[in-house]
T-cell receptor, first 115, second 113 residues
């Protein structure tokens, strides 16, 4: 069975600081990788995704993530965070079998950006 | 396009009762998945439906069940509610190709007293 680990549970940054959130997954087959964000009081929104091709993917609001297959990692980055980035971030893996799909989520990282 | 909608948004039930939650997917999406979100366990997969058939199931007791209708709308039912069933229940829809992106609804907040 697949699993996802997010190493940082709570991160506090000042505005304009750089962000990197770690995500590692465990699964031997083909995976699709996602980062979702949950802003306070809002529903889960897709931030970015990786299916194949260029391992560096860009998402909304200046976020990007790099898929490193040899390390089973999919870390999220942003060069300069804003106060509005305060939210909970979830890494997810879809280890699809060709038909059925199932997202396995990490435990989430709560990001707090201070002014 | 309208997003995934879930009704009701909030529910309060007592132990032993049963509850039915509803989800309407994005137009054209044929797959609906359900997840449970709690502070302790995080986001956990319940089940996935495609073309009215359950295609995948998570590790939840048989009290949790679901179904999907011909218009792709889905319902989830929890019988004999327990305190531990208090959670945010999220529905997600996708095209149903197996490897595509899931889009989430706002969730139904269930409180069991």
């Amino acid at each position: 069975a697949q699993s996802v680990s997010q190493h940082n549970h709570h991160v506090i940054l000042s505005e304009a600081a750089s962000l990197e959130l770690g995500c590692n997954y465990s699964y031997g087959g083909t995976v699709n990788l996602f980062w979702y964000v949950q802003y306070p009081g809002q529903h889960l929104q897709l931030l970015l995704k990786y299916f194949s091709g260029d391992p560096l993917v860009k998402g909304i609001k200046g976020f990007e993530a790099e898929f490193i297959k040899s390390k089973f990692s999919f870390n999220l980055r942003k060069p300069s965070v804003q106060w509005s980035d305060t939210a909970e971030y979830f890494c997810a893996v879809n280890a699809y079998t060709g038909t059925a799909s199932k997202l396995t989520f990490g435990t989430g990282t709560r990001l707090q950006v201070t002014l | 396009k309208a997003g995934v909608t879930q009704t009701p948004r909030y529910l309060i039930k007592t132990r032993g009762q049963q509850v039915t939650l509803s989800c309407s997917p994005i137009s054209g999406h044929r797959s609906v998945s359900w997840y449970q979100q709690t502070p302790g366990q995080g986001l956990q997969f319940l089940f996935e439906y495609f073309s009215e058939t359950q295609r995948n199931k998570g590790n939840f007791p048989g009290r949790f069940s679901g179904r999907q209708f011909s218009n792709s709308r889905s319902e989830m039912n929890v019988s004999t509610l327990e305190l531990g069933d208090s959670a945010l229940y999220l529905c997600a829809s996708s095209l149903g190709l197996g490897s595509d992106t899931q889009y989430f609804g706002p969730g139904t907040r269930l409180t069991v007293l």
